[in-house]
């Protein structure tokens, strides 16, 4: 039972971390996505190809799918930045069942809806990492180095601007400022946090399939930052905490895996609807909100 509590909390720390990277689009710059499901795929399948197929390290492996994650995010910015609000959320969930399919598709690379199996494990000083309790501790430490970035980026001079860009974007770019250029580099940011976090998945599971990184992860994603509470970063951790501990409470229950699935979907619309009614600014009280 401890080895499993301790497994949860790493998908905590992944996911976690994903949420936080997401809540820098979201709440800090205001820009609503459906794509990071996408993007937390392609750092999971970058560095699974990579240690597959070349016999990249964890560390080599996670440096390429945060370079990967950034790429696509400045590709999937420079066109979609062209549009804002809803059709900004149409133009990501578009990249999102593109990247999708490629992940589904691409059977010679991606190894197809079959996925990628023996993924190997991190190293460390010539150990592998092993134990649910030895990821725990390296994956919290990469987390908060990856997490303590953004938050010295959102309270820096970078932040404040993208603060600014979200309350009204003309106000800034009639001061001079470059806010698409600014709008880039917190996509780039964004998508290459996202790729590490997916790295860090693919050698913990050691196994990707296109399923994990479908639209429902988008959704989930960003249920966590709504639910956390946006621009908080902290908030989106809590949220993380909440959309992974309740799910997996279930398994508890005396039910079949074909009645556990569509039950926990129902729970997510559920504590959506609560949180809407309740507490709409998410558990820390972030902007905005479920609104």
């Known amino acids: 039972m401890t080895t499993y509590i301790v497994g949860v909390l790493v998908v905590v720390i992944i996911f976690g971390l994903l949420a936080v990277s997401l809540d820098l689009l979201i709440g800090y710059t205001g820009l609503f996505t459906i794509v990071h499901g996408a993007l937390f795929g392609m750092g999971a399948y970058t560095s699974a190809i990579l240690a597959k197929s070349l016999g990249f390290g964890?560390?080599?492996?996670?440096?390429?799918?945060?370079?990967?994650?950034?790429?696509?995010?400045?590709?999937?910015?420079?066109?979609?930045?062209?549009?804002?609000?809803?059709?900004?959320?149409?133009?990501?969930?578009?990249?999102?069942?593109?990247?999708?399919?490629?992940?589904?598709?691409?059977?010679?690379?991606?190894?197809?809806?079959?996925?990628?199996?023996?993924?190997p494990r991190p190293r460390m000083f010539g150990a592998e990492i092993a134990s649910n309790t030895s990821y725990l501790m390296l994956y919290s430490v990469l987390s908060a180095m990856v997490i303590l970035f953004i938050l010295v980026l959102v309270r820096s001079p970078f932040g404040l601007l993208l603060k600014a860009i979200r309350e009204d974007e003309l106000v800034p770019q009639a001061l001079g400022k470059p806010v698409v250029a600014l709008k880039i580099k917190a996509f780039m940011v964004s998508g290459a946090?996202?790729?590490?976090?997916?790295?860090?998945?693919?050698?913990?599971?050691?196994?990707?399939?296109?399923?994990t990184f479908d639209v429902h992860a988008s959704i989930l994603i960003l249920s966590m930052v709504l639910i956390g509470g946006m621009g908080t970063l902290w908030g989106p951790f809590l949220g993380a905490v909440v959309l992974v501990v309740l799910p997996e409470a279930l398994r508890f229950l005396p039910l079949d895996s074909a009645t556990l699935g569509p039950l926990r979907q129902v729970v997510y619309g559920m504590v959506l609807m609560v949180f809407c009614f309740v507490r709409p600014r998410g558990l820390a009280g972030g902007r905005g909100g479920i609104e």
Request: no cysteine; net charge negative; glycine share 14%.
């Open 58 to 119: 964890f560390w080599s492996g996670s440096l390429a799918a945060m370079a990967a994650g950034g790429l696509i995010s400045l590709l999937i910015a420079i066109p979609s930045l062209r549009v804002s609000g809803h059709y900004l959320v149409l133009a990501s969930f578009g990249v999102q069942e593109v990247l999708h399919a490629l992940y589904l598709n691409l059977d010679g690379v991606t190894g197809g809806p079959a996925g990628m199996r023996g993924i």
């Open 193 to 211: 946090a996202a790729g590490f976090a997916g790295a860090m998945y693919a050698h913990y599971i050691t196994f990707v399939s296109p399923e």
